[in-house]
């Protein structure tokens, strides 16, 4: 192993998507056009990731679930917002907004049956289709949201392999486009779930989505959140989410994984491409410091060069052999 | 009151990036303290009503604290911080010389312009940006009344670090200043006509100040607080319902126009 003069190659291929690094926001962490309104320079210049995934669009717009929708527990936070969005139609327009965004875009999509997410999709492809050069966004890919706890449609259907392939083959049929299957760890088997989505058509599989959780208040014993129940995100799932992966990763060799969970430095992006996560995404993290993207794609960097690779590819799967 | 002009609008500058402090005083008032940081590039951006994201040192709290402007003078800022949680305790023993991370400004300001005459209304560490305010509505000349109501003794050390001139206090248990609520000082005050309310406390006493502020046939503005996690609009945690829909603090606020939130 040797490291170049010029430091790692940190490039990696999500499928078809060329990242420059492995880096990516979580859905729902970090909004491009907010950071953009508080920053110095030209954010759109200086955007720490190697692709966008913005928050989660539904066909519908979506009020979310009454406040208080967040709370911090050791190591973590709760939260339960609700896929709050103004719904795929308004959402649409906005795109023309952002066009200048270098970066490879992953449309994060919800919903609560199979025909709303081929909806989303096919609007998406729709309105690309009509799209002259540089008027959009360069959204290249979708990631199937078919995992967030935080909504009241019975069964999450995530958790069951039926509907994971349901919502796959809908979506399947609306685009030709990278399609990546974002799973729940709230399953007694997360490989069960990833099997139904790779045979139902899915690119990749990113995982994992928020732990279910309960946080009480104090004073009253009762649920303190508005939704009662949330999603607990941050360090204290690194651990979950890592064995996760790695079942993820040796169940479907060859299979792009997008991994997260609790991601808050570069060493533990590392982590997760020693786990054989082909590119990681940043959640918790980003709402700790408005530096924090920029600064886990530095240590990432410094991490490969400490500990003697001369690529991320190199990397990828380390913990998994014998 | 009817709707007549606009929202509060953003035309003074949000800055998240990250500044690293220098604490330069500490003041204590029983539970409350009131830290002053040396950050230049946040106080020359500053406005009434904004607020920062600071970092709890020790890296035992994941998320950092939204904490109004107490004040801003020449290149510092100070923060008024009550001990109510693990968090906010850690940040009231902060002393001289220690290194703190902030975040701002950030969210809406405290429309003053044109203000004649400014009437403040705050409840318990929801004073906490009336200071600010009050020191720019005086500075341009505008005539300002403020009025504080605290549930007790123990809440109403806060009113210690405030420094306007005419400045009433009531607590629920009569500890100090009148007996009662803010709303009983409010009773008892010659409003001049067109005086502008700016409200900041508990919902109870928001719905409270708006309930007198329409009565009076006055118009005003609120702050609310909300539990956040960014703090810069990205994860619509913080989320309060208003006339205009469900609308985050962080973002849209923590200034609303006191006609719009439904307390």
């Known amino acids: ?322 | 009151m009817s709707g007549e002009g606009a929202h509060v609008e953003h035309d003074h500058t949000q800055w998240a990036e990250t500044s690293h402090c220098r604490v330069a005083a500490v003041r204590h008032f029983g539970a409350f303290a009131v830290v002053e940081l040396i950050a230049p590039r946040v106080a020359r951006r500053a406005a009434p009503g904004q607020f920062v994201m600071v970092t709890v040192p020790g890296g035992a709290f994941l998320l950092r604290r939204p904490i109004s402007l107490f004040a801003v003078h020449a290149d510092r800022i100070s923060l008024l911080i009550e001990a109510r949680g693990g968090g906010s305790e850690r940040l009231t023993q902060l002393d001289v010389g220690d290194a703190v991370d902030v975040a701002g400004p950030l969210g809406s300001a405290f429309p003053t312009e044109g203000v004649r005459n400014a009437l403040l209304v705050g409840g318990g560490i929801g004073c906490a940006p009336l200071q600010y305010l009050a020191d720019a509505l005086g500075a341009a000349g505008a005539h300002v009344t403020a009025a504080f109501g605290f549930r007790d003794f123990r809440s109403a050390r806060a009113a210690g670090a405030f420094s306007i001139e005419r400045l009433s206090v009531a607590t629920e248990d009569a500890s100090v200043g009148r007996a009662g609520t803010v709303i009983n000082l409010l009773a008892a005050l010659d409003v001049a006509p067109g005086t502008v309310v700016y409200a900041c406390g508990p919902t109870p006493m928001v719905a409270a100040v708006q309930r007198w502020t329409f009565a009076e046939g006055l118009r005003g503005y609120v702050s609310l607080e909300a539990h956040m996690a960014c703090g810069t609009g990205s994860c619509h945690g913080c989320v309060v319902d208003t006339a205009r829909g469900r609308l985050r603090v962080c973002a849209e606020g923590p200034v609303f126009r006191l006609d719009e939130v439904t307390a």
């Open chain 1, 1 to 322: 192993m040797s490291v170049r003069a010029d430091g790692p190659d940190l490039s990696v291929k999500l499928g078809p998507i060329a990242l420059e690094h492995p880096l990516m926001d979580a859905s729902g962490t970090f909004d491009l056009l907010e950071y953009a309104q508080r920053y110095d320079g030209d954010y759109f210049e200086d955007f720490p990731y190697a692709a966008y995934v913005p928050k989660t669009v539904t066909a519908e717009p979506r009020t979310g679930n009454p406040a208080p929708r967040i709370t911090e527990t050791p190591a973590g936070m709760v939260n339960a917002i609700g896929l709050e969005n103004p719904g795929v139609h308004a959402w649409i327009e906005e795109l023309p907004r952002w066009a200048r965004l270098r970066q490879p875009v992953v449309v994060s999509i919800g919903g609560n049956a199979p025909e709303q997410y081929a909806a989303v999709v096919a609007a998406l492809e729709e309105r690309l289709a009509g799209a002259s050069a540089g008027e959009l966004p360069r959204i290249e890919g979708y990631e199937l949201n078919i995992s967030c706890p935080n909504v009241s449609s019975g069964l999450q259907i995530g958790a069951d392999p039926a509907s994971t392939r349901e919502v796959l083959a809908a979506c399947r049929q609306a685009t030709s486009r990278f399609l990546l299957a974002k799973l729940t760890p709230n399953v007694r088997d997360v490989t069960e779930i990833g099997a139904a989505a790779v045979e139902a058509g899915a690119d990749g599989l990113s995982l994992v989505n928020t732990l279910k959780a309960l946080v009480l208040d104090a004073v009253t014993l009762k649920p303190f959140l508005g939704n009662r129940t949330g999603g607990l995100c941050g360090p204290a799932i690194k651990p979950v989410a890592l064995r996760m992966v790695a079942e993820v990763a040796q169940a479907f060799p060859g299979t792009p994984i997008v991994g997260m969970g609790g991601v808050m430095t570069g060493l533990d992006a590392l982590e997760f491409i020693a786990c054989g996560a082909t590119a990681v995404a940043v959640g918790a993290a980003n709402f700790t410091a408005f530096e924090a993207p920029s600064r886990i794609v530095q240590e990432l960097r410094d991490e490969l060069c400490a500990h003697g690779f001369a690529s991320v590819d190199e990397a990828r799967g380390v913990a998994l052999q014998a």
